[in-house]
């Protein structure tokens, strides 16, 4: 008797190591299709996309572009330039230190991206695809192109892993998706950066200076989107544009430059975030301006706990609380039991000093535990400050709080005779009342990355560091283990309660509902710890990143209505799949995630 044996049938493939495109069009045709479909993709914004004004934006004008088409410009920008790099454009070459190909593909993906999204939503809304003129067309058939071109662009494949004859046949399917990831990986895979010619340090400063004023623009741009479909096509844009830059490595280059200048760019920093009340018409959005401030200041005192001592706290908004409350009893509220009113850094004072004193108090007893343990505990600590401040009403607990109505009618600040809840005019500039409230949420934010940054390059810190590495060893070394995870403690609590002696006077009045584990508004603890492990663990620009995007997105996403939150988790959930160590990552911690990235020349003391 004979067996017949039969080999699986596996679609044609390129073998690994060999160098070839994932469309099948010649390099250099594809390079040429890329670079050109950028350039069609530019003028097609020049041109009318629709018929009529009723979609957002107005796209029936022709020779200025307006609202989808202003990003879809930016992203034919992107690639074009991208696409002129690969060709060796002089001039060009500081930009893709790492290679021009991979941000092409990125940058004409995001255009492709853009362009389909502004399609479909003209075609839904406005009834059909008769509502579109040539000028979308030409979008879409350029930004197709420019794709096809990019993607035909040769990388290495890598080595397919051996099927096992006996798998099922969903098995088969399953390693075919693996192997297809990888390969779609391996095409957006870049090579070390070539390193950059010296500049003169006026040069290298000038840099920084251009690179704080985009972000300040795209900040400003995105948190004034005025609709829905605007503020998605910004977000697909600025996804893709940032990721492009960063495979062509020039987010790298700019980043060793501000690792260079870390006092100039902390200054440049602060100052283009100054600015930004002064480039709004009105108090709107100076509003969300300082929430984000108050959030992200929180997180960064979050990161001294998580991010350099390594451990999990999961009631840290209730030193947020304790700062409030303190701050909204001196304040000479009617619904304060005290009859006192103290000036501001008085009472700014005793709200960081009273949370340091709450973090010393549960810290002692509990930080000789360690992991999932020291977070249970923390995460009681929190829900009983919140149960403790709601039955505090006089009738579950003694009158102090008021209960679940809070304390309210919390006065505006009044320093020097500045009074913070009156317009005032500098410059011929008129900010309100939010915006005073930014500035001054704007010093606060500046004092505790100040602390973070000398904590982190002190003795005290490479201990912080030690312990979050190997508390094991730490204290082999003799490192008083229990001391040093106690001052984090504190001196978290104590920069979260100076947070939170501004925020009472924001939001007029304080109550136990805003200081949750969980809730859809933040900041709650949940939230914090997300910005922190969102934004990058260990570093200062992280978490105010992480804070600001955990903030604006859920404001800006409220169309969705209850699928909402759906979404943002989703966003999370991929970007910790795809980027586990954060939107800017120490980069002791990136190289934990990916092995094979080149470790730099120099680690900071604090690994980044």
Do not use: C
Request: charged share 10%.
């Amino acid at each position: 008797m004979t067996t017949q044996t039969t080999a699986p049938e596996t679609p044609r493939q390129v073998d690994a190591g060999h160098h070839a495109g994932l469309i099948g069009i010649p390099p250099q045709a594809g390079r040429a299709l890329a670079t050109a479909g950028g350039v069609l993709t530019i003028v097609s914004t020049f041109l009318a996309w629709t018929w009529t004004s009723e979609f957002p934006g107005d796209l029936t004008v022709y020779g200025y572009p307006g609202g989808l088409q202003v990003l879809v410009l930016i992203g034919g920008l992107l690639t074009t330039v991208f696409g002129l790099a690969s060709y060796g454009v002089k001039g060009l070459g500081w930009l893709t230190p790492a290679g021009a190909d991979s941000a092409l593909k990125l940058s004409a993906l995001g255009a492709f991206a853009t362009v389909w999204y502004t399609i479909i939503a003209i075609t839904v809304q406005l009834g059909g695809l008769v509502n579109l003129e040539p000028g979308a067309w030409v979008a879409g058939v350029a930004t197709l192109a420019a794709a096809l071109g990019a993607f035909a662009l040769p990388f290495t494949w890598p080595d397919r892993e051996p099927a096992d004859p006996e798998d099922t046949a969903q098995e088969r399917l399953r390693h075919r998706w693996r192997h297809g990831f990888a390969v779609f990986k391996a095409s957006l895979a870049t090579g070390p950066a070539t390193p950059a010619r010296k500049l003169p340090a006026y040069a290298e400063i000038l840099v920084i200076v251009a690179a704080l004023a985009l972000g300040l623009i795209v900040f400003t741009y995105g948190i004034g989107t005025e609709y829905d479909e605007l503020f998605v096509g910004f977000l697909i844009t600025a996804g893709f544009g940032f990721a492009a830059a960063a495979k062509a490595g020039l987010v790298g280059r700019v980043s060793a430059l501000t690792g260079k200048h870390r006092n100039v760019t902390m200054i440049g920093a602060f100052v283009a975030a100054a600015a930004f009340p002064f480039t709004q018409s009105d108090d709107q959005y100076a509003t969300i301006g300082v929430y984000i401030l108050i959030f992200a200041t929180v997180a960064l005192g979050l990161n001294i706990v998580v991010g350099l001592a390594g451990l999990l706290d999961l009631g840290y908004v209730a030193f947020l609380g304790v700062g409030a409350y303190t701050a909204a009893m001196v304040s000479g509220s009617p619904s304060s039991p005290f009859d006192i009113q103290l000036p501001f850094w008085a009472s700014a004072l005793l709200g960081a000093a009273v949370a340091m004193v709450f973090g010393v108090i549960i810290g002692a007893p509990t930080l000789r535990l360690r992991g999932d343990y020291l977070a249970i505990v923390t995460l009681g600590f929190g829900e009983i400050f919140r149960i403790t401040v709601l039955n505090m009403d006089g009738t579950s607990g003694p009158d102090i709080t008021n209960g679940s109505n809070g304390i309210s009618s919390i006065p505006n600040l009044n320093i020097l005779g500045f009074d913070f809840g009156q317009e005032h005019t500098f410059a011929g500039f008129t900010i309100a009342r939010f915006a005073n409230y930014f500035l001054l949420m704007l010093l606060i934010t500046l004092v505790v990355v100040i602390v973070f940054r000398r904590s982190s390059d002190s003795r005290i810190g490479r201990a912080w560091i030690a312990i979050r590495e190997d508390e094991t060893a730490a204290l082999a070394m003799g490192i008083n283990g229990f001391r040093v995870k106690l001052i984090a403690f504190a001196l978290g609590a104590a920069l979260a309660g100076l947070a939170g002696t501004v925020q009472a006077h924001v939001t007029y009045t304080v109550t136990p509902e805003q200081y949750q584990f969980a809730h859809v508004v933040p900041p709650n603890s949940a939230f914090l710890l997300a910005a922190v492990v969102l934004g990058g663990m260990g570093t200062i620009s992280g978490p105010l990143v992480g804070a600001a995007l955990l903030y604006l997105i859920p404001a800006k996403l409220q169309f969705l209505g209850d699928y909402q939150l759906f979404a943002f988790g989703l966003a999370l959930v991929l970007l910790m799949r795809f980027r586990p160590e954060g939107l800017i990552p120490n980069r002791r911690r990136q190289l934990e995630f990916h092995e094979e990235t080149e470790a730099p020349t120099v680690l900071s003391k604090a690994g980044a």
